[in-house]
């Protein structure tokens, strides 16, 4: 008996329509969705060419019947609705019965199939059927599209290269893996196999399975439940974050989603936890009944909208909460708790605790530990290391010189500097962004990236997505000193780096260039990458410093081409000229 139906037009109508197939990634998603709506415990990925030449994805799932696979290529052909009414309570990945159809008229395709006995084989090209056979299958699905756009030289054109293409495939399938850890998941490329996880029971050995050792013990576990609404996950520790937000993941009834609100929500929960300019690494499960969430609201099945986004917004945000005060409760007094006690109070309280801190005595100042504070080159680092300071005398003369003066730092975040003009406020961290930068950049123009091997063994886990980005990318980390070394798998062993690096620095920016998004080689990456490599080393705001220390980085800030834009674009400075105080306090 058939299970498909074509839906009726009101019903199709309502059904949000839009381009389905965009790239080879678009396919793998529609037919991964039809093997996990089909009930699959077991799912194969096979990839030729970035999917470009061969997508084959083979399932365990029901299989389809004959007349099922009659139906089953024409538009609004589902089993998963039927009425309108359906579609307020969704608890399939698929629904609209546009997938099939639209990859269909745009390859080569061959479906094979069987509900247990017997099977079924059918070929086609374009839209049309070619051959249609009975066959002896095991159970389950398995469909075959090669040649994507054929039909469609321009779309084919703009295919991207295939290890972007192939990069987005794993990206998706390491984050499905993730929310159905009992189903086993494989994905090969050619030859090589990039994923291989055996189904297991719980979410945390599947993380462990596709992040390894290292980053689950980097995590906190979400854990919240009121009613029917249950939140799960797992959120980096802080204070460290990561450079953008690629790694914050959301699922809605574990369907992978980009969402407003709980972007927001991870944004207010998680502010002043994480080190400035960085963001956690969150992935962050929400399921609920299906009649409180819509999922009918975009064409690829991105984005859902809830019915009721403030108490999602909120249970959100408690969730994160709860996980961060287990942790600091967990670890007395972090730098995470301190850096929010600090942006979290109001400008009274920070007035408050601005006085509270007390200034740094002449005898105290230099016994930071210079070297382990300040990542900076070797030649900076010996002058940092002398940790003299200067007299009265000196500093007097240098403000005459140079014409500007250090008065103090504030909140550990900005350097307060006086000149002939007015006030400027520093921060210390772009300010430092900057002048690394333009340092690195010159170390790069003369190809002057001396290289160091790391103290410790450093062992990296990669995902299947980092693992692919590193490959493309292998040459041109070596020519800024990084080298690694296979272990197998999709372990590495980082051998050596800049010799300006600590170990943990090399390993944060060999990680955070794996984890951006765009593949493809651009006239952009250097550039982004000596970014990083700056943003990294840079002093971090909430850390004291020294006089000595902060008329050092203004000298240099000022000695840069472009003193006032930290290399992402923002501000490193802000100035309070003269003319304005006096026109504020009346005096003009
Ligand atoms: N791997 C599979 N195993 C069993 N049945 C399948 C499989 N793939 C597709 N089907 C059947 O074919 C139908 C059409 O699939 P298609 O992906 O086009 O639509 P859908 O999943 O219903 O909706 P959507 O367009 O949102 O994905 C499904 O409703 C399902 O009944
Ligand atoms: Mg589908």
């Not at 290292?214 to 029917?228: T, Y």
């Amino acid at each position: 008996m058939g299970k498909i139906k074509i839906l009726e037009p009101e019903v199709a109508q309502k059904i949000a329509a839009g381009e389905v197939i965009e790239r080879p990634f678009s396919v793998v998603k529609e037919l991964v969705e039809n093997s996990l709506d089909a009930g699959a415990t077991e799912i194969r990925v096979e990839i030729v060419d970035g999917g470009k030449k061969l997508i084959r994805v083979i399932d365990n799932g029901s299989g389809l019947s004959q007349e099922d696979v009659l139906l089953c290529f024409e538009r609004h052909a589902t089993s998963k609705i039927s009425r309108a009414e359906d579609l307020e309570r969704i608890a399939t990945l698929g629904f609209r019965g546009e997938a099939l159809a639209s990859i269909d008229a745009v390859s080569k395709l061959v479906l094979k199939t069987s509900e247990g006995t017997g099977g079924i084989k059918v070929e086609r090209e374009g839209g049309r059927l070619l051959r249609f056979s009975e066959g002896a299958y095991p159970r389950g699905t398995s469909i075959e599209v090669r040649d994507l756009f054929f039909n469609l030289p321009v779309r084919r054109k703009f295919l991207r290269s295939a290890q972007s293409e192939l990069a987005l495939i794993a990206r998706y399938l390491t984050l499905v893996a993730l929310a159905f850890p009992e189903i086993s998941f494989s994905l090969s490329h050619g030859e090589r196999q990039l994923l291989n996880c055996p189904g297991v029971k719980t979410r945390k050995e599947r993380f462990y399975q596709l992040f390894g050792r290292q980053a689950l013990e980097r995590m906190l576990e979400l854990d919240l439940k009121e009613g029917d609404y249950q939140i799960t996950g797992f959120l980096s520790r802080p204070p460290k974050g990561l450079p953008d937000k690629q790694r914050q993941v959301y699922y809605v009834n574990f369907r992978p989603v980009r969402d407003r609100t709980l972007a927001a929500a991870v944004q207010q929960a998680t502010k002043g936890w994480y080190e400035k300019d960085t963001y956690p690494e969150i992935y962050f499960f929400l399921t609920l009944p299906c009649s409180e969430v819509d999922v009918n609201v975009h064409p690829a099945k991105a984005e859902v909208r809830f019915r009721d986004s403030l108490r999602i917004f909120q249970l959100a945000v408690t969730s994160i909460d709860d996980a961060l005060k287990r942790e600091s409760q967990a670890k007395a007094v972090s730098f995470g708790q301190k850096f929010s006690e600090l942006k979290n109070v109001k400008t009274m309280e920070i007035r408050e605790e601005a006085r509270k801190e007390r200034p740094i005595l002449p005898e105290e100042r230099g016994i930071i530990d210079l070297e382990k504070e300040t990542p900076l080159s070797r030649e900076e680092k010996e002058i940092w290391k002398r940790g003299r300071l200067a007299t009265e005398e000196e500093r007097k003369e240098k403000v005459c010189d140079r014409g500007w003066q250090v008065l103090g730092q504030y909140l550990n975040f900005y350097i307060i500097v006086i000149d002939k003009e007015g006030l400027l406020i520093i921060d210390q961290h772009n300010a430092h962004e900057r002048v690394l930068y333009e340092k690195y950049l010159d170390l790069d123009r003369q190809r002057r990236f001396n290289r160091r091997q790391s103290l410790f063994p450093l062992i990296l886990e990669l995902s299947p997505a980092e693992m692919i980005r590193f490959e493309e990318n292998k040459v041109f980390l070596e020519e800024f000193g990084f080298e690694l070394e296979n272990l197998g798998g999709r372990s590495l062993l980082l051998r050596s780096f800049p010799d300006f690096l600590e170990d943990e620095e090399a390993r944060q920016i060999f990680l955070a260039f794996l984890g951006e998004a765009e593949v493809a080689p651009s006239p952009e990456l250097r550039p982004r990458f000596l970014a990083t490599m700056a943003c990294k080393t840079a002093i971090k705001a909430g850390v004291a410093l020294t006089l000595e220390k902060m008329e050092y980085l203004v000298n240099e800030l000022f000695q840069c081409e472009h003193p006032w834009l930290c290399p992402h674009g923002r501000p490193t400075a802000l100035r309070l000229s003269l003319e304005s105080i006096e026109k504020g306090l009346g005096r003009s």
